[in-house]
């Protein structure tokens, strides 16, 4: 009788999950391509995720190159369109380094994961559409530094929850929380949220844009997920996270 109960308690819990695919692998050139390549097919779920242990030409923003060796999380989030893709993500993994450990983790706008003014994860988010279907996907690229325990000297601003904490934590662990997370924030609003981890917020900063520099202080988060700088001139410029290659 009570196995019964238990069984149908999982079952209405499993019935609540949005994501129930997971396509794990070991080594893959970038799990956002590797979403790419399985949307071109038929039956994927609307919902997914694809995760591997090793990337070997991983993708940051801007053309950059993402490092991403064993010990990492490396995945990809495959949803509908949603509004502010990039930022829920990056809230949801705050939230799960906030739960795990005793960092304060906070979000630099756009998409940035940041633990003691370091960057510890980012967030890739690309538009597709698959050629055999109607509707738009957004494939969310989630890196997060997790077990490493040193980075490339090119990457001087890098570090890793064990690099902070000195323990190793389950990466399949910290997908899941993360999975559960976003689930719980995929439809709410947000932005309350995100300045409440929000790093710089109040603070002048210099954003990087296509034609140069801008500078003033970090003002607020419109609701699209915009940031509004306040320039010296008093003058309020809406920013958006396509036309920012980065804030300092
Ligand atoms: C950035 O901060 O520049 C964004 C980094 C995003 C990295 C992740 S790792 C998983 C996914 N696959 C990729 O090739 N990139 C994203």
Not at 44 to 60: A, E, H, L, R, W
Not at 201 to 206: A, V
């Amino acid at each position: 009788m009570l196995t019964q109960r238990c069984k149908n308690l999982k079952r209405g819990r499993e019935r609540d999950k949005i994501f129930h695919k997971f396509y794990s692998y070991h080594s893959v050139v970038s799990t956002n391509e590797v979403a790419k390549q399985l949307l071109q097919k038929n039956g994927v779920p609307d919902y997914f995720i694809v995760s591997t242990k090793i990337q070997t030409q991983g993708k940051g923003r801007w053309g950059r190159e993402w490092w991403s060796p064993e010990g990492g999380l490396w995945c990809s989030f495959v949803t509908p369109k949603i509004s502010i893709p990039s930022l829920r993500a990056a809230l949801s993994v705050v939230q799960v380094i906030r739960r795990l450990t005793p960092l304060r983790a906070g979000i630099r706008w756009p998409n940035d994961i940041i633990i003691r003014d370091k960057k510890v994860g980012g967030v890739l988010t690309e538009n597709f559409a698959p050629a055999n279907k109607e509707e738009e996907k957004l494939i969310i690229g989630i890196g997060v530094n997790i077990n490493q325990e040193g980075f490339p000297p090119e990457l001087p601003e890098a570090t890793s929850l064990k690099i902070e904490l000195g323990k190793t934590f389950s990466v399949q662990d910290f997908l899941h929380e993360l999975v559960d997370e976003f689930e719980k924030i995929l439809d709410s609003e947000i932005i309350d949220q995100i300045k409440e981890v929000l790093v710089l917020l109040g603070k002048n900063i210099t954003a990087k844009v296509k034609n140069g520099i801008k500078t003033g202080e970090l003002w607020d988060i419109a609701t699209n997920g915009s940031l509004l700088l306040r320039e010296p001139t008093g003058i309020i410029t809406e920013l958006m996270a396509s036309e920012v290659e980065f804030i300092r």
